[in-house]
């Protein structure tokens, strides 16, 4: 099985878990069905199921056009706002895709929106098991960046993080925006010192300069670059009290003060 980068929008990415022996994919937030349906052609795949992480419409924009065409499986989380799903998932549970050899835990992630959830890919079934996991956050967790709080709280949206930053280092992240060399660029205004994050927005700019994605990328690299990750060391502690002009006395107070730091960047 291998993962492809589906562009959509401006800067979307759509996820296809794809079997090339059973010649199907499955889709993580398909926003748009014009891109799928050229991706499926191109590739002569089927699509034989759905991944939906929460409920804004550049995630789910294509899904009620998809199924009619394909009658394909559409999971997702318990909101009446999504159209076409068949089984809602939350905290917990766990999803086998015979079709494509993969299973998935679920785990909630609140804070984006307060449905939102996130699909780990554990293992392969039958015999070529995986060592690596990979996670399919959708605006939870971005590359160098976290998405903005449009319902959930502060609290939430640190603790959702923490159960990504949680997962093994090795862990493959793919977020669902190319919004990486922004969200480096204040990274670097809160984190000034860190050499990780200058080598990392270095290369980010280069790759966008060639026009080349910039995701996924690992929890490891989210974990030594990425402020909102951070919230709960010293240096970035430290600038985010520069900026408020208070103590700040927990991860999560440091956390509110960078979201709305970047939200005004």
């Not at 766990?94 to 909630?108: M, P, V």
């Not at 609290?155 to 793919?174: F, I, R």
Request: net charge negative; proline share 4%.
């Amino acid at each position: 099985m291998q993962v492809d980068r589906i562009a959509a929008f401006s800067d979307n990415y759509i996820w296809a878990l794809r079997n090339d022996r059973a010649s199907c994919c499955t889709l993580v937030d398909p926003g748009e069905s014009e891109p799928v349906e050229h991706y499926l052609a191109q590739n002569n795949l089927s699509l034989a199921s759905i991944l939906i992480t929460h409920h804004h419409y550049d995630h789910t924009g294509g899904v009620e056009k998809l199924k009619q065409q394909h009658q394909c499986k559409v999971y997702g989380p318990d909101n009446a706002k999504i159209k076409g799903i068949d089984q809602t998932l939350k905290q917990g549970d766990s999803i086998t895709l015979s079709e494509i050899d993969a299973s998935f835990d679920i785990i909630e992630v609140p804070g984006h929106t307060l449905d939102h959830i996130a699909y780990i890919l554990k293992d392969r079934i039958g015999e070529n098991r995986i060592d690596k996991k990979s996670v399919f956050c959708g605006d939870t967790l971005f590359a160098g960046g976290c998405g903005r709080l449009f319902e959930g709280t502060p609290e939430q949206m640190w603790h959702s993080l923490q159960k990504l930053a949680s997962l093994p280092a090795n862990t493959t992240v793919y977020c669902a925006h190319e919004y990486t060399e922004a969200n480096l660029a204040f990274a670097r205004e809160v984190d000034k010192h860190n050499a990780d994050l200058k080598r990392r927005q270095e290369l980010v700019k280069q790759k966008r300069a060639d026009n080349q994605a910039t995701v996924p990328s690992t929890i490891e690299e989210e974990l030594a670059t990425n402020p909102f990750l951070r919230a709960n060391r010293k240096e970035v502690a430290s600038a985010a009290e520069t900026f408020s002009g208070q103590p700040l006395s927990t991860p999560e107070d440091v956390f509110a003060v960078i979201r709305q730091w970047k939200d005004n960047f």
